[in-house]
C-alpha cells in the first residue's frame, strides 16, 4: 500500500507524492512563547515527530522548521506586565520548551526561526511591501496594513468556508472599522503606546508584523515557495493557515503546500485543553507528580491524530502499563537471545504490518496492536519454552526498527546510580536468603522515589507517583 495523509485540503485521502522525492519539506507551527507550553500543544509536536520518523523509516529525507512566535499580542503584554523587554520575557520560554521537546524524545527540526530574528522580519517587509505593491495590501486609517481577501478567490477553501459567510452579519467590532471587509487579516500593524519598544520601521511606518505573515515569511525563506506538508492543530486551520496560503500564494505565485495535515485536539473533560480555559497541564506539572516524558509521549501518541483526545490520569496510568509490558517483553527478549545471532529466516518472516499500518494515515493505534500482538504471542512462546535465541534476537532487531519510530525504549539511564547500586545490594541479600536487609534496602530505594516489584524475572523498578 502507498503512503496516504488525509489532507484537510481536499477532505479527502491522498497518495503520499512529494515533490523531488526522496525529499519531503515540513513546515511545522510552534508555540507561542509566552509561557510554558501545555501538553496540548505537544499533542501536535508528537504528532508531527510520528509523521517525520515515519517518512524516514521509509526512506524519505525530511527537513523540518518549527517556528517560535516570540512576538504577537501575548508576548508582548506578558513582557509589559513583567516589567521586561520582550527578548529578555521570552527566553526562558524557548528555553524550557527545548528541554521539554528532549523529555518527549521530540526530533529537533533542522530549524527553529524566531520571527523578530533580523532575517525574517526582512523577509515579511519585504512579503508585505510586494503584496502593497501589487494592491492585494492596502493601508487602514491606523497605520495597520490589511491583506484584501477579496483579491485571492481561492480565500476560504481550505476551512471550506464560503466568503459570504465571512460578511459582517450586524455590528462591525470597534478594532475592525477600519477594514474594508470583517474578513480580511492584517499583516503589519501600526505601533501603539501598548507596544513599548517593540517595533520595526518600514516604509509604510513602525509596527509589527501579525502572526499569519510570520509564518508565510518562515516557511518561505527556509524552504522556499513550495512546501510539501503543513501542519498544526485543527484550530490553525482558520484563519491562520488560510491566510498563509493567500499570503504566500499571492506573493510567490506558487502552490504553497501539497498536503495539509491537521491534529485533533487534546480535551478535558470535553474542553479543548488551552491556556484561555484555565484547564491545561504543563509537561512539568506531569514530572512534579512523577510522571516520565516517555510515560506522556505514549500516551498521547498512542491515540490516531485525527482523532480527540481526553486527557485523564488514568490514561496516563494505562500508558505506564503499556510501557511496562514492552519493557517486560524486551527484557524477557535481552536475556533469551544473549549474544545469539538472529535467525534470519524467522527475521525475514516478520510482518510488516507496524508499517504498513502507519502508512495509513499514521493510523498509529493499527501499528501498537500489531506491536502488542507480537508481545503476547511472543510471551506465550517464552512461557512454553519454545523460543530459541536466534529468534528473539530476530525479534529485538524488529524492536529497534520500530522503536526508530516510536522512541520508546526505557531510559535505563534515567534511574539513579545510586539506586542502582542499593538495587544490586539487594539482588545479593535476596540471593544470600537476608531478607530483613532485602527490606531496609526496600526502605531505602522508596525513599528515594522507587518502588520495587519483585517478579520471577528479578526486581523491577517502578518511580513513585507524587
Ligand atoms: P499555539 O502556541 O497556541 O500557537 O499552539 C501551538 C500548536 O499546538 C498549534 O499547532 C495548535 O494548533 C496546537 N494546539 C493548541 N492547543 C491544542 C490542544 N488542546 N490539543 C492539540 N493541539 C493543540
Ligand atoms: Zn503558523
Redesign the pocket.
Known sequence: MPIQFYNTYSRKLEVFKPIDPPNVKIY??????YSF?????????VFEDLLQRHLEARGFQVERVMNL?DVDDKTICGSREAGILLPLFTEPYKKSFFEDLESLRIKRANHFPAATEPENIATMIEMIALLLQEDIGYQAEDGSIYFRISKYPDYGKLAHLNLADLRPTGRIQNDEYEKENVGDFALWKAWDEKDGSVGWETPWGKGRPGWHIECSAMATRLLGPEIDIH??????IFP?HEAEIAQSESVNRKKFVRYWL??????VEGQ????SLGN?FTLRDLLEKGFSGRELRYALLRVNYRLP?NFTFDGLREARQSLLRIDEWIRRLQAIAGTAAQDSEFAAAKSDRFFTALDDDLNISAALAELFNQIRETNRLIDHGELAAGQAAALLDWWQRINQVLQLQEDTESVPQLVTALLEKRAKAREDSKWAQSDALRIEIESLGWLIKDTKDGQKLLKKLG
Not at 491537521?262 to 480535551?267: I, S, T
Open positions: 511545522t507551527c510552534g508555540p507561542t512563547v507550553a501545555h501538553i496540548g500543544n505537544f499533542r501536535a509536536y512566535t501542519c498544526g492543530g485543527v484550530d490553525n491562520h491537521h491534529n485533533a485536539h487534546l480535551f479543548k485543553m488551552s491556556k491545561f483526545l
